[in-house]
Each structure stands twice: as structure tokens, then as C-alpha cells.
């Protein structure tokens, strides 16, 4: 993968980048809030959808993968989303490096790059 899920989570995942942690904090916020869900979960769903465009086309070897392609996009998304909350109380480790290579690891099985 001409990117690795280390280099994708230092410029997205982590909250202690100021966006970040107020995108949460809002998302958050719109569970009880019906006039904010209104506007945040549209504006979710556009992003979510660029998202998927914009990885199909950096990672275009995934376009022939179907299914394969949304269960990586989808692990990728709930892990790194997981972390970013788990960084909003826990200090980042090794251990946390630990998982994205695992992550990559799995998208390269899916992806049926050789190791």
C-alpha cells in the first residue's frame, strides 16, 4: 500500500488535533440534540460518502474489490474512530502502533498484495 495506516492516522485519526476532538464532541452532542443531528448527520453522510470516493481514488487498486473494499474501508474507518475516542482519555503506546500495523496487514490480505 503506497500508504501506510500509520501515515493515514497521523493526518486524520488522532484527536488531539483541536478539529478532530470538536467533530466528536459534536457528534456526541447530537444524540439528544434532535436540531443539531438534523444538520450534523447529513453533513456526516456527505463527508462519509467523499471519503469513500476520495480512497478509491489513492487507493485505485481497490476497485475491482467489491465487497472486500467496503469491509477494509469499514474496518479502517471503526478502528481509527476507536482510537481517536480511546485518545480522548488514554495517552497513545506502542501498543497503538502495534494495531495499525495489524490493521495494514489485514487490508493487504483483503487487497491480495503480497507481504
Request: charged fraction near 35%.
Amino acid at each position: 500500500m503506497a500508504i501506510t495506516c500509520a501515515s493515514a492516522w497521523k493526518a486524520t485519526g488522532r484527536t488531539s488535533n483541536t478539529h478532530g476532538r470538536r467533530i466528536f464532541e459534536i457528534a456526541v452532542a447530537a444524540r439528544t440534540d434532535k436540531e443539531l443531528a438534523a444538520i450534523l448527520f447529513p453533513a456526516q453522510e456527505a463527508f462519509e460518502r467523499e471519503w469513500y470516493e476520495t480512497s478509491l481514488e489513492v487507493f485505485p487498486e481497490w476497485k475491482r474489490k467489491g465487497e472486500k473494499f467496503l469491509l477494509g474501508f469499514d474496518l479502517s474507518r471503526y478502528l481509527m474512530e476507536g482510537m481517536a475516542i480511546s485518545f480522548l482519555t488514554h495517552k497513545e503506546t506502542e501498543r497503538d502502533k502495534r494495531v495499525l500495523r495489524y490493521l495494514e496487514e489485514k487490508l493487504k490480505e483483503l487487497v491480495g498484495e503480497d507481504r
